[in-house]
């Protein structure tokens, strides 16, 4: 929620994903699940989405997202994800970022995303790799109940009645990702909590070599996991252990295949 430590750490990440996803739903009926606070729906409406619907379980989440953002068109429900509370084809098109390595029940989920989506209709999904985050014998957020590599998040999107079109990762920049090779050569990949300090460090040390150096700037003063350019999305050609995120672009099929 805005205002929150965790909400400067991750706003930047989280919003680049509706950026993505607001250039494919511009003229469509959108439902956003696990939605949170709502800001990403407002994107979407924002960039011309015909409609957008934000639905998450947390009470508290709604009446803030009500509060904030129902004047720009953005409709609220309280909803379960494997639960949807929508009619069958009631979507163009189905927006669910960092929501599926939360749930237990994942082929409900997906299956529940197919049932309330048109023919045709669009699934954007978006999940981290288990290849780059899984560091130890459990997932790294205690928050996730599973975590996969593409092989598995691609069957479970297909055994619900999708065909994957498009693949893309949203990875590190080269800068970001030099502070990522530093931490693990000091044995510290699990401790990444605040890029800024260090960028001040290297910019620092190249001032003082004579450098140019680095332009970017923090969110905040107080904390900041990522600053503007820390992340980039870009099409995959195939899946990649350095992908941080995948983000799947999938169409209902045409032939009900969910069993």
């Known amino acids: 929620m805005p205002g929150e430590i965790a909400w400067e750490m991750y ?73 949807l509370p929508f009619k069958d084809g009631s979507f163009d098109a189905v927006v669910s970022f960092e929501t599926i390595e939360h749930l237990h029940q994942v082929r409900d989920f997906v299956t529940a995303v197919c049932r309330v989506l048109r023919p045709q209709g669009l699934f954007i999904c978006s999940s981290p790799n288990k290849e780059f985050t899984m560091r130890r014998e459990k997932p790294s957020n205690p928050h996730h109940q599973i975590e996969m590599t593409y092989d598995e998040l691609a069957e479970t999107i297909r055994s619900g009645g999708f065909e994957i079109t498009e693949l893309f990762s949203q990875s590190h920049s080269p800068s970001y990702s030099r502070f990522l090779d530093l931490l693990d050569q000091l044995g510290r990949v699990e401790e990444v909590i605040c890029y800024s300090r260090f960028l001040g460090i290297e910019n620092a040390l190249r001032k003082l070599l004579g450098r140019k150096v680095w332009s970017l700037r923090p969110s905040s003063p107080l904390l900041s996991r990522a600053v503007h350019g820390d992340f980039v999305i870009e099409p995959l050609a195939k899946p990649s252990p350095r992908s941080v995120t995948y983000i799947v672009c999938a169409r209902k099929c045409s032939t009900d295949i969910t069993g």
């Open 11 to 83: 706003y930047l990440e989280h919003r680049q994903r509706y950026e993505f996803a607001a250039e494919r739903c511009r003229g469509l009926a959108v439902l956003d699940v696990a939605s949170g606070v709502g800001y990403g729906s407002e994107l979407l409406m924002h960039a011309r989405a015909r409609a957008a619907v934000a639905a998450d379980l947390a009470l508290d989440c709604i009446a803030i997202g009500r509060r904030l953002f129902s004047a720009n068109g953005v409709f609220f429900a309280c909803a379960n994800a494997v639960e």
